[in-house]
């Protein structure tokens, strides 16, 4: 017995959305989050597909939400005065531009897909109709990003220091 063509399409989406849910709880940035939020998250997002060496946004323009990396891989890179730095590296699972997400200012960066790649892309406005729809879960959310950028926040410190500390030796010893 064949199943009806509007049962299959519909079984097709659920299944795509769970395949979302599955991905989202296994990144650092929501796998915190509960089942049901993770839903509520894999509802608002968007899959983007870009090729090897195709910008996903450049450095000066204005963010606008952050990507996770389903497949692929992507480069992000900072250019100033003429010289340019590759950032990071990033592989599958890892995420990028989540400062957008709670400020409107330029991206610092930018990010460059070096392998064929599908982002799931996370962004501003999405964020703020779940707030306030659902304030109880977009705070989850928005927590739990904020943990992670806490944890970025520290580890820049921390290299931040050691990178003073060692230039203060060096001038002090000469």
């Known amino acids: 017995m064949e199943i009806p063509y509007w049962k299959a399409i519909l079984k097709k989406k659920e299944t795509f959305k769970e395949e979302i849910t599955r991905f989202l709880s296994d990144t650092a940035l929501f796998e915190n989050l509960s089942r049901r939020i993770l839903k509520e998250v894999a509802s608002l997002v968007h899959i983007r597909n870009y090729k090897a060496g195709e910008e996903i946004f450049r450095q000066g323009e204005v963010g606008s939400g952050l990507y996770l990396i389903q497949e692929g891989r992507v ?97 002090d010893s000469v």
Do not use: C, H, W
């Not at 927590?143 to 203060?168: C, D, P």
């Open 75 to 171: 480069l992000i890179a900072s250019k100033m005065e003429g010289v340019s730095m590759n950032l990071a590296d990033l592989p599958k699972g890892a995420f990028f531009g989540e400062l957008s997400l709670f400020t409107d200012e330029v991206r610092t960066a930018t990010a460059t897909a070096t392998e064929d790649s599908i982002l799931i892309g996370f962004f501003q406005p999405d964020l703020k109709k779940l707030i306030e729809r659902k304030p109880k879960v977009g705070i989850e959310i928005v927590m739990s990003i904020a943990s992670v950028i806490a944890q970025r926040l520290s580890k820049t410190n921390q290299v931040l220091e050691k990178a003073y500390f060692k230039g203060k030796v060096k001038r």
